[in-house]
């Protein structure tokens, strides 16, 4: 391997490192819910999963897995001659197809249990030392005759033991729970996984809920509850249903993940945009009044723009003392986007500055909506007209509607503060 070679592999592991940090301290004592489908237990890829599941668990996070069967108790059936019923798009569970169920099922969790106790040298797990315990943490109870049907052993859950839960989260354990259910009468149940990672999700307050399994190539990345339902309203998507019913019991953001793609998991929880879908019940990003806190990620977010000219160079100190003038844009605990209003005593004339849009989201009119906010800031402001300096964005600004001005016709105390080295270019926007 080369020198040049070499040297290009530690800096893409290191710039990963160092993009992947904030999500690393954001995540570490945080609780999520990955909810396996059958089919990813059966992937070729599920080995390298169970790793990523484990490099999650050495961070700090707190992990609840339950997993699917349905293809798993389908394939046993039909080796044994039952046939399988369905309604409204669940099992009809009778006595010989809970036996093969509780058998399946107890066979998969033996087989993830055995994948998280794998810990040979040289391998991702060396040393790992995962616990993964299961338990009757899930009280059921059963679904009873809908529509004159009788689902007989399908039940719903009825209680999620959380205080149990997090007592073995609380010793780094990871909690397995497979998709079957007791009552207190010592019947079990079939339960749907997707159910059971929605309740346990939802009662725990779980910080985010990850289904894993077959995603559909055609669904835009990120998905507000209302986008989420429109889009199934189109085309019939078993996850994206299971992620609106998780939204509705109260969970704030729920992963769609591909199974079929290596190191999605990592991808999606450690990289600015991810791989998967991301379905929230409120907005992915938050604009509001930047604080003390924000002057590092305004910094960052200007250094390049400062550096090649198109804005003037503010200090730490600067920046801190002028905090209250600046609006933010943040995505996941990161500034994306920024813009400062100034207003000058004793003139109808306030100035646009700093507006600024991290070059990773300049594709989604985040500019102009910072733009269009600031603009209603004037105007609520009961002021006039609205100024900016540019040395390079003037295009832009002529298409918001401003017209060349001249430094004469800037507040007086603006004028004062002119860099004529700078040379910027004035220009006005009357309101």
């Keep these: 391997m080369s020198s040049q070679t070499t040297t290009l592999n530690i800096k893409t592991t290191t710039d990963w490192f160092r993009e992947a940090a ?5 995540h570490r004592g945080k609780t999520f819910v990955l909810a396996l489908d059958s089919d990813a237990i059966a992937s070729p890829n599920f080995t390298k999963l169970i790793h990523d599941i484990a490099l999650l668990n050495s961070l700090g996070i707190k992990l609840v897995i339950t997993f699917g069967a349905r293809q798993h108790i389908a394939a046993a059936c039909e080796a044994a001659s039952i046939t399988a019923q369905y309604h409204q798009g669940l099992r009809i569970t009778d006595d010989a197809s809970l036996a093969i169920a509780i058998n399946v099922i107890g066979t998969l969790k033996t087989h993830i249990q055995a994948q998280f106790s794998f810990g040979l040298p040289n391998t991702p797990m060396s040393d790992a030392k995962i616990r993964c315990t299961s338990g009757n943490f899930i009280t059921a109870q059963p679904i009873g005759i809908k529509d004159g049907v009788d ?10 033991d959380v205080e149990g839960i997090q007592a073995q989260l609380a010793q780094d354990n990871i909690v397995l729970l497979a998709p079957l259910g007791y009552s207190a009468t010592g019947d079990i149940f079939n339960l749907s996984a997707e159910t059971v990672a929605t309740e346990v999700a939802s009662d725990m307050s779980a910080d985010k809920l990850m289904f894993i399994g077959d995603v559909a190539d055609d669904l835009p990345r990120e998905l507000t509850k209302q986008q989420a339902k429109e889009s199934l309203e189109r085309e019939s998507n078993h996850l994206l249903q299971s992620a609106i019913t998780a939204c509705e019991a109260g969970v704030n953001r729920i992963h769609l993940i591909n199974r079929k793609l290596d190191g999605a998991l990592l991808q999606e929880l450690f990289s600015h945009d991810g791989v998967g879908i991301l379905i929230s019940k ?22 390049p723009l400062e550096a090649n000219g198109t804005l003037v160079h503010r200090s730490h100190e600067r920046l801190a003392s002028e905090i209250e003038f600046f609006t933010v844009m943040e995505r996941d605990n990161s500034i994306v986007a920024c813009a400062a209003l100034y207003q000058y005593p004793n003139s109808d004339t306030a100035e646009l500055a ?15 909506y910072l733009f269009d906010l600031i603009e209603n800031q004037v105007r609520d402001a009961k002021l006039s007209k609205l100024c900016v300096l540019t040395t390079q964005t003037a295009h832009w600004f ?6 060349a001005a001249e430094i004469d016709d800037l507040p007086m105390a603006r004028q004062s503060l002119y860099n004529n080295q700078r040379n910027a270019k004035v220009f006005i926007k009357t309101l």
């Excluded at 904030?22 to 954001?26: F, K, N, Q």
């Excluded at 689902?151 to 999620?160: A, D, I, S």
């Excluded at 002529?398 to 017209?403: A, L, N, S, T, Y």
């Design 22 to 26: 904030p999500y690393i301290h954001a």
């Design 151 to 160: 689902f007989q052993h399908t039940g719903k859950v009825r209680k999620v």
């Design 282 to 303: 409120k907005p992915f990003e938050n604009t509001r009044s930047a604080t003390v806190q924000d002057v590092g990620g305004i910094l960052e977010l200007i250094a």
């Design 354 to 368: 700093c507006l600024a849009v991290d070059p990773a989201y300049r594709s989604a009119g985040r500019g102009q």
């Design 398 to 403: 002529r298409e918001q509607g401003f017209q």
